[in-house]
């Protein structure tokens, strides 16, 4: 009997496919074991564009005893793929018990305002398996607070989405704003390549094109604050499942980025070029054409000289690649993990042979285009899982 004073109800249920969550769980641990499984496969649904398609359900394989072997999830509409403990299965054609339970509230994207309420087996079958179908009755009231607090270490696991749906769409969009400007920028270079060599050609250079030559540094310079704000988003959405190599990757992985504000170069010029053309224009002598050339060819050599901001900045991509390994796709989708790894691991050997060989640089620049893109396209998918308001606390286990 639930706590409404109602006896579960023996339905059917068809075939369909569903969403899980599959562990050997001890009997006193099912309630933790249901608000990490259901949050889990929620977020994975969702960052797959994916769909709950049905309340939560609870399937025991076997005979309980200490343990029970126990799957728990949703059922889904749309396309969706085994990530991480989360894994594609099918729910089969069988009778189920379905318990209605009275709850604080429900969340509100669920369908049918169903809640999360997890229900442990009913008096098991001798074989085979038994079926729990979990929904709430209509009486239904706003959350009283946000967070997990309270919540067993197993759901704190969900803890860090939970009102980091802003942080991960803004910076999920400044992602992939980030390589449209570069972008702008490189068919600026293009329109009008500025000389890398030379002094007296790079100042008269600007003097012909200074509106340009200016729009192309200023894209060049400005976005760079953008990945910051991506790598702090990254680093938010896996500290809840590893604090070390998330926030050396945040460090290797933002500060060369940041850095390069407080440095007016890039690598196709500088600002301060821009400066010292004025005065060379307005220079009456030879003598004084001459200091200005030769402070620009100073300027010239930083920027043909290979920085170790270019290389931490690939070795930051790695590292944070690592980390979505290692959280095992529950935060971001492994195949970002590995392509995090494969850019960085190419763009470490392209920065330190930048200039032997142009060509792999090059390479490595479309791939670090292709990383930030599917980064950004994955935090925005993220937000809308960190938009899901907290579920409620675990009510008491109804065993059998």
């Not at 309420?117 to 009486?139: D, H, Q, V």
């Not at 980030?178 to 600026?188: D, Q, S």
Request: net charge neutral.
């Amino acid at each position: 009997m639930t706590e409404n004073g109602q006896q579960p109800q023996k339905i059917h249920i068809t075939e369909q496919p569903v969403a899980v969550v599959r562990e050997r769980v001890p009997m006193d641990a099912l309630t933790s074991f249901f608000g990490r499984a259901f949050g889990a496969v929620m977020a994975a649904v969702q960052m797959q564009g994916a769909s709950p398609a049905g309340p939560p359900f609870a399937l025991y394989h076997g005979t309980p005893g200490e343990t029970v072997d126990v799957e728990a999830g949703f059922p889904v509409a749309g396309d969706f793929h085994s990530t991480g403990e989360v894994a594609s299965s099918t729910l089969p054609d069988t009778d189920a018990f379905e318990a209605i339970h009275t709850t604080p509230w429900a969340p509100p994207t669920m369908p049918f305002g169903r809640a999360l309420k997890p229900m442990a087996p009913p008096l098991p079958r001798p074989c085979g398996s038994t079926t729990s179908r979990i929904r709430n009755s209509s009486r239904i009231q706003p959350p009283g607070r946000p967070g997990w607090s309270g919540r067993s270490p197993e759901a704190g696991t969900m803890r860090v989405r939970q009102g980091w749906g802003p942080l991960y769409l803004v910076a999920g969009a400044s992602s992939i704003l980030f390589v449209f400007l570069l972008i702008t920028a490189l068919v600026l270079d293009f329109m009008a390549p500025p000389p890398v060599h030379g002094g007296t050609a790079t100042l008269k250079f600007i003097a012909l094109n200074k509106a340009g030559y200016v729009a192309e540094q200023i894209l060049w310079i400005l976005p760079n604050i953008l990945p910051v704000l991506v790598f702090t988003a990254l680093f938010v959405a896996l500290v809840g499942h590893g604090k070390s190599l998330p926030l050396i990757a945040l460090v290797f992985g933002a500060l060369p980025w940041a850095l390069l504000l407080a440095v007016p170069v890039s690598s196709r010029g500088s600002l301060t070029l821009v400066y010292l053309s004025d005065r060379y224009a307005a220079a009456a002598t030879d003598e004084e054409r001459s200091t200005y050339a030769t402070a620009a060819e100073a300027i010239i050599a930083e920027n043909n000289t290979p920085a170790i901001a270019g290389v931490l900045s690939a070795l930051g991509i790695l590292l944070m690649g690592l980390a979505m390994l290692s959280a095992g796709g529950a935060a971001l989708p492994r195949h970002l993990g590995w392509l995090g790894c494969a850019t960085g691991s190419v763009g470490v050997a392209s920065e330190i042979l930048r200039y032997a060989a142009p060509d792999v640089y090059w390479g490595y620049g479309v791939l670090l285009w292709v990383w930030f893109i599917a980064t950004g396209i994955a935090l925005i998918r993220l937000s809308r899982a960190a938009a899901l308001p907290p579920p409620p606390d675990p009510i008491r286990d109804l065993g059998p």
